[in-house]
């Protein structure tokens, strides 16, 4: 399972919504910034939130594990992705197979990649979980 440090944005019926917590450095560092991670920032867009399933009881601030199958991102990725480009190949060769040219060609890999599309928007990916709260130790 691939899991990833989060902190609850706000709770919801459903679930929770999260925001990942990005790590302060490299470890190169120590911590401190170095210029690609100031590169980085410039170009940081808005946080993004992303609705998971808890069973826990959590309030907004706190920080927790949350876990994603492991499997589920390259499913997701050949989804969205592989499924709309091999419908593509397949319309632009089936295209290509019944009448010959660059036209015929370019409209059915046009038509392939529009299914492809409406296929990959159809399936729904398991949502990640909340594994734990994470302890934050304080040192003395």
Known sequence: MLEQT??????AADGIWVQAVEP???????????ASRRIAEMFQRKPRHFLVDCDLS??????????????SVLRS???AYGLPLGLMLAGALLA?????????AVVGMLLGGVAGWLAARGGRAAR???LRREDIKLFT
């Open 6 to 11: 989060a902190e609850v944005v706000k709770t």
């Open 24 to 34: 302060s450095g490299c470890g190169t560092c120590g911590g401190q910034g170095c």
């Open 58 to 71: 959590l309030a907004p601030g706190d920080r927790i594990v949350v876990g994603i199958a492991r499997g």
């Open 77 to 79: 990725a050949l989804r």
């Open 96 to 104: 290509q197979a019944v009448q010959p040219g660059d036209g015929p």
């Open 128 to 130: 990640p979980v909340v």
